[in-house]
């Protein structure tokens, strides 16, 4: 499912990355990025945690052009004159303004870098407002958070995946540069799918699947054996061959009438009777009374 | 041969020209309005929540004028589900609708209603009005053995269905807009009475305070008012109220060990208690309490509801996997019920309850072991007896005990 979600083919949704100390979900978040500006997508960086320089690492330099990195790593909290972008600009109307001014034909990708930065200083209900409008609303195509889950109470991660459409939970695999990927999908029609993969990040920021899922769901296979061909193996034969089909339906049945006389008995004409019957209020009667003389 | 009349209550409006005058004595002082019937056990006038099986467990239907709180499952598929067969019943039985949400607009929740199943429910189509004797020619070669009975509905019921108790809905398919917009719906969505308005001290967030006040007027204006003045034709209105207390109605309860303001929630069911208790309204809230980490607050919003369900999906757990529940989808916990008028209530028989989701119907049946028909009876692993034994718990059946005594 990883790769599906790279390709990011369906909009308007909100993706979380949701990783801890013990293996940081930066790099899928950088794969992500680059896989959207390969996409020639407008992407749009709220970065708080990391400089500019670091997250561009590694990126193509044409692509870069696409990329705008709003800078809240320098004065994220307003303490000086004039800063790029602070945490209280995190509102729609603001992020709007923020996307209007670099002029693009179609609506863009917001990343988030990272979501658990805003939450220290806004109000976690506020935040999920905002993301729900964004959500909603037509200024970005898709929202991609990083949310760092051993930053905050339960509750707090818990209430953000709930608005969010998928949800990718990384974690260090077994060997090497090798990470496990939990995935949680869920689509329009209300179904939710999940999946676990095991992948690695390579030099160019492409995410390479290795073979071997991490934990499997369960002994499926075993059931597909399980249901064979009844008609297979038997001394008589339960199918028809062609012929046989043919001279079945060529068969005449008892009580068929001509084309008109079946008209004249299914749609009975003006003169003949009709039964109207209209239930009255003495046939509904009570299942549990009757003959309507308890007390109930 | 005398036809009596219906009783007060009942549309007095059409009444054919060759029945008699002779009214039938009414036998109670109970209201009738359609979908409505009173309960066995204590006369109250209870409602269909719109899945049969669940009025089961509810001891009958719900009360009207009561509360019923579902605990949502972690992916709120199920919740939602019952919420809008709520919904679906009272279209068919033509009552009001009252939508909340905050996360989706309450347009999108009514959309996809399901449709109910029964062909001859009695809706104003304004096009066929007769009985289909314009037919193309070319179905009558749709049957060819019992073309008799080619013209006649595929499903059929006995009377009138919308005077039944309790319909069964089709999942596949959502409620054809012309049988949705023959009920009365009012909406309430959340994002749009967010006013920045200062913030005085009121023991309710301005959100939930806008909810009551709308509720208010409309069960005010539209005569649900048990004090309003009687007329012939009274109705019910059903409320839905979807994920109260997420974060996006401005309640930080879900996250937060210590909410700033943990009353809002309280307070606001205390307000709508007290508003249906006076009306004929009945209300579903959904809760996303898997989100909620204080469980003395969560046993207090328990408190103050009527009835409450709390739904467990499989589906992400590691009990998906689990050879027991295959037949499932989940799990319903009946945290409380009602005692109404009486001192004590009426419990359900069984507590482990599981429920599932076919595509006519949601089932509920009681969480049975089933048999064990393997040979190699006696050698089941001590690991999955541990899994069993935690899980059936309260099952009764003697399957998870030890299997030595094997003859």
Known sequence: MLPELLQGSEGGGFLIIKDSTCYSGRHLLRSFISAALKREEAVHVLGFEVSEEELKH?????????????????????????????????????????FNQTSQSKPAILVIDSLSWIMRHLSPPFVCRTLQQLKKGGAVRTVIGLLHSDMHQQGVVGSVCHLAT????????????????????????GKVTQDGEIFSIK????????????????????????????????????????QEREAKEKLALPFVFSKEKK??????????????YEPDAADDYDQEDPDDDLDV | MAAPMSSVGKHSGDRPANTTSFQKKTRSKLISIAGTRPS?????????????????VLGGGLAVGTVLLIEEDRYDSYSRMILKYFLAEGVVCRHELFVAAAQDHPNDILQELPDPILDDIAFPKPMEQHRPSFEPQDNLDAMQIAWRYQNLPKVQSALASSSRFGHYYDVSKTMEPEIRLTAKCHRFYAPEHHTKSSPTHSPMLESYSALLKSLQDVIQREGFDVAAPMSNSRNILRIGLHSLGSALWGDDLCCRDNPTQRHALTNFLYGLRALLRSSLSVAVVTLPSHLIQNTALMDSITRLCDNAIALESFKGSERETNPLYKDYH??????????????????????????????????????????????????????????AAMAGSGCGSGSSGNKHLDF
Request: charged share 20%.
């Open chain 2, 40 to 56: 066995v056990q204590n006369g109250q006038l209870l409602i269909s929540t719109g899945v049969t099986s669940l009025d089961y």
């Open chain 1, 166 to 189: 998928s949800v990718i939970t990384v974690s260090p695999g077994g060997r090497g540069d090798e990470a496990v990927a939990k995935t949680t999908r869920r689509l329009k029609s």
């Open chain 1, 263 to 276: 008209t004249a008995l299914l749609h009975s004409g003006p003169g003949s009777g009709r039964i109207l």
């Open chain 1, 58 to 98: 590694g990126l193509k330099g044409s692509a870069t052009e696409r990329l705008h990195f709003h800078n809240a790593y320098v004065d994220p909290l307003g303490w000086t004159d004039c800063p790029p972008f602070t945490v209280n600009q995190f509102t729609l109307k603001d992020l709007e303004h923020l």
């Open chain 1, 203 to 242: 030099e160019d920021l492409s995410v390479i699947i290795t073979q071997g899922k991490p934990s499997l769901p369960g002994p499926k296979g075993a059931e597909a054996e399980e249901l064979e061909d009844p008609t297979v193996n038997l001394t008589f034969n339960l199918l028809l061959s062609d």
């Open chain 2, 330 to 387: 989940g799990l319903l916990h009946v945290r409380q019920v009602p005692h109404l008028n009486c001192l004590s209530s009426q419990l359900p028989d069984h507590k482990d309850l599981a429920f599932k989701l076919k595509r006519k119907q949601f089932t509920i049946e009681r969480l049975h072991l089933p048999p064990d028909l393997s040979e190699r009876v006696s050698r089941v692993s001590r690991g999955e007896l541990a899994g």
